[in-house]
């Protein structure tokens, strides 16, 4: 059988096509300007590593800024939360990507503009990597949430450093200010490398996938930083990501997302799915037209939207068994679903209904499929309280998912 959704994902490409060809290519970087205009692509990976793809998959372009959240990753994984905090904020900016936005204290205020994505670079590898070492730990860790090997397109590099006078003012700024660690055109020449590695839509999905995964490649396995991380750079992704309309695109779409002027735009729903799209004609705020269309599509036909309302706690009870009067029958609570905060919060509240005593209690979690931390903690301190009421509790977890 051939997947329905390659198909879907097909016809949402003509119908995005459909809606017309607005926007503009980017030209102040000499060689993307050369990109053919009509050039689309989407792609899809689920949390298992499937990736679906159609239109132009195969095509290659440059990653752009697309690689920032990624390098801000390695950066916090490398230097930890505090380290990178004190060289680069984390508040939307309201500027352009190459504005001076920095806070009184010198800080770029967030790794997501070109200010902070050049100090971010820096902050890769060990606090004593010399900048080969941060751009070669860059390349390696892009290619390890992409899971396979990325090479950097020379001739992007070259038109990108012989015009990027721009960058190299907003990194000596920076170490002006004391934020950047390596000299300024150290930084700027592996910043620019970094933007000028070669991706296409597969890898973007997958890399999306990776931080919506909690830092796991759904494709290789690896875990390639911590989950701690990916809430980080979600969150910076949300609010900073695409440029300045981020909040126009957190509305419509709801997702946490980065673009790139090379057309591209990748977006991850955290636990769910990773997309990548290509098409390089550009919107005032820089962002790919028909890729913001194609994400919009796909956010509000299958229920994307981060915050849409989950179904929460409606049917965390799958039963309640009253004992009888000759003792034959025993008191059972029996649950089901996930247990987070709003879920075991319900099943607490069937607990207390047990008046105190010594009659034995079965809790049955046997239709529990996980429970996250606050889950367990709850429905352990209820155990915890029956028994200190005089019940014997019996709880019955063949998966074991109250245990750590
Ligand atoms: N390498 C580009 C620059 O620094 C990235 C810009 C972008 O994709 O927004 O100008």
Not at 89 to 107: K, T
Not at 200 to 218: E, H, I, K, S
Not at 332 to 361: S, T
């Amino acid at each position: 059988m051939r997947s329905p959704v390659t198909d879907y994902l097909g016809a949402v490409l003509r119908s995005c096509i459909d809606d017309g060809d607005e926007g503009e290519v980017a030209t102040y970087i000499p060689e993307l300007a050369a990109v053919d205009p009509d050039r689309f692509a989407v792609a899809l990976c689920t949390i298992d590593g499937t990736v679906y793809a159609a239109g132009d998959a195969e095509h290659r372009f440059t990653i752009q800024s697309m690689s920032k959240p990624f390098a801000y990753a390695l950066a916090l994984a490398d230097r930890g939360l505090e380290a990178v905090l004190e060289h680069v904020g984390v508040e939307p900016s309201g500027d352009a990507f190459n504005e001076i936005s920095l806070e009184d204290n010198g800080r770029p205020r967030n790794p997501m503009i070109n200010i902070g994505a050049i100090t971010t670079h820096a902050l890769t590898g060990p606090p004593d990597a010399t900048a080969e070492e941060s751009t070669a730990r860059v390349i390696e860790g892009l290619s390890a949430f992409a899971g396979r090997q990325l090479e950097v397109d020379q001739q992007v590099y070259a038109s990108e450093r012989a015009t990027s006078d721009r960058n190299m003012a907003l990194a000596y700024l920076v170490r002006a200010r004391g934020k950047l660690e390596d000299a300024p055109g150290d930084a700027v020449d592996g910043y620019t490398a970094q933007c000028s590695l070669v991706v296409d839509v597969r890898d973007l999905a997958v890399m999306a996938m990776t931080l919506a995964a909690g830092g796991r490649n759904p494709v290789t396995g690896e875990q390639v930083v911590p989950a701690w991380v990916c809430r980080q750079v979600l969150s910076v992704m949300a609010t900073c990501g695409m440029y300045d309309a981020a909040g126009d695109w957190m509305s419509h779409v709801g997702m946490p997302a980065k673009s790139g002027v090379s057309g591209g735009v990748l977006a991850s729903l955290p636990g769910q799915v990773g997309i990548g799209t290509f098409s390089p004609r550009l919107d005032r705020f820089g962002n790919s037209v028909r890729g913001v269309r194609a994400c919009e599509r796909l956010s509000s036909d299958m229920g994307l939207h981060l915050m849409q309302t989950p179904e929460v706690a409606s049917h965390v009870l799958y039963g309640v068994v009253d004992p009888d009067d000759d003792g034959d029958r025993m008191r059972e609570v029996k649950l089901q679903g996930v247990m987070h905060f709003a879920a075991a919060e319900v099943a607490l509240r069937e607990l207390e209904r047990i008046p105190e005593g010594d009659e034995p209690i079965v809790l049955d979690l046997s239709r529990v499929s996980s429970a996250n931390a606050v889950g367990r903690l709850m429905l352990r301190e209820g155990v915890r309280r029956l028994e200190r009421d005089g019940h014997a509790v019996r709880v019955d977890d063949p998966d074991g998912v109250l245990d750590d």
